[in-house]
Every structure is written in structure tokens, then in C-alpha cells.
């Protein structure tokens, strides 16, 4: 889904809260406090109150879109020959994260290294989602919630 077609298609908040709101109704939503699965859609509040206890859940409170950060352990990999044909793939995503690095942050400084790291992988690993991709980012701030 490129811009254009994402304006035509949420002209508006409402269409927006009314799309994610179906999409969350279509996985489930369980309550914090209770496990409760029924709920109720309060539009004054945009959030869902549970039947049974009264719990509210705001619609964007499943926004979380949390970040993990795992250390990375650094092998040398010097003592390989045809380093390519060892774990080719690897070799491949490095080589061009080091080309982004160049190319579009030149100078990288140790305060944004890993930040720039973070986005190459986040890039990298949604790829091939092309004109899903909004659809899988809804998908998954649903998920986390
Ligand atoms: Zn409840």
C-alpha cells in the first residue's frame, strides 16, 4: 500500500479507528484484569470495556511497539579464506549493511551505530512484505498488546 492509496483508503481518524478497531475485534481481545472475551466498544472513549468487569482497554494502547536490543557478539572472520562461501547469506547482509553505513551514514559515530543497525535489520527482515506491510505492522501492534 503506497501513500496515495493509503489516503484514499483512511481519508479520515474515524476510518482509521474503525479499521483497526475490526481488525482487533477479528483476533480476540481478552481482558487484563478478568480474561474476560466480551467486550464492548465504547466510541466515546475509542476503547473496548469488558462485560464482565468493567475493564477499559484503549484502542492504542496495543501500540507498544517495543524494541529489543540483543548484544552482539563480534567473531573474526580473518582466518576464513572464502569467507563468501562460508554462511553465504551472512557474508551478503553484512556487506550490505556496510554499504549503507558508507553511503548513506557517513559518518557513524558510536551514538548511533546501533540505531542504524536496528533500522537495516528492521528493513532487512520485512523485505519481501511489499504491499503488505501495513497490514503486518497493524497485525503486530495488535499482537503485542
Ligand atoms: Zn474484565
Keep these: 500500500m503506497n501513500l496515495l492509496d493509503f489516503s484514499s483508503y ?8 474503525e479499521h483497526f ?9 481478552i481482558c487484563k484484569k478478568c480474561n474476560g472475551t ?25 501500540n507498544k511497539l517495543e524494541m ?5 557478539i563480534a567473531i ?12 553465504p547469506w551472512v557474508h551478503s547482509a553484512i556487506g550490505n549493511a556496510k554499504r549503507i553505513l558508507d553511503g548513506i551514514h557517513h559518518s557513524n559515530g558510536e551514538n548511533y551505530l546501533q540505531n542504524y543497525l536496528n533500522e537495516y535489520c528492521y528493513k532487512y527482515n520485512r523485505r519481501y512484505f511489499g504491499e503488505k506491510l501495513f497490514d503486518r505492522l497493524l497485525l503486530a501492534c495488535i499482537e503485542n498488546s
Design 10 to 17: 483512511f481519508p479520515d481518524e474515524a476510518s482509521c479507528v
Design 21 to 29: 478497531k475490526t481488525q482487533r475485534e477479528k483476533l480476540g481481545l
Design 38 to 62: 466480551a467486550h464492548y466498544w465504547k466510541k466515546d472513549k475509542i476503547a473496548f470495556q469488558c462485560k464482565k468487569c468493567g475493564y477499559r482497554t484503549a484502542l492504542r494502547s496495543s
Design 68 to 72: 529489543v536490543i540483543k548484544q552482539h
Design 76 to 87: 573474526t572472520t580473518s582466518e576464513i579464506k572464502e569467507v563468501h562461501t562460508f554462511l
